[in-house]
């Protein structure tokens, strides 16, 4: 199934998190990254938000979890960060991931 990419919005009220504090996590532990960051937030269908970042340094993608309750094995962000990060050395084509 292919889905067309239509763009990024306002980040949705429901998954605002502290972009300032995000920041200074980001300059922490990845090396080069610069702020001020701007968000926004993917239009689309994925289960878990998706955002992107733009930094003085260059652009990144952020997939969270979304708010609240959640089943224990729904919206594995760790999986896939884990399964990328594995197949980022092979000639598979991934992007690079951090944190």
Known sequence: MHEQFVG??????????????????LEKHIEGFKGPI??????GGQSNPTF????????Y???RKPPGKLLPSAHAVDREYRVMT????TDVPV???YC
């Open 8 to 25: 990024t919005r306002a980040v949705d009220p429901k998954n605002q998190f502290d972009v300032k504090r995000l920041e200074i996590y």
């Open 38 to 43: 701007s968000l926004e937030q993917f239009s």
């Open 52 to 59: 992107l970042l733009k930094a003085s340094n260059g652009q």
């Open 61 to 63: 993608v952020l997939r």
């Open 86 to 89: 594995a197949l980022y050395s």
């Open 95 to 97: 992007a690079k991931t």
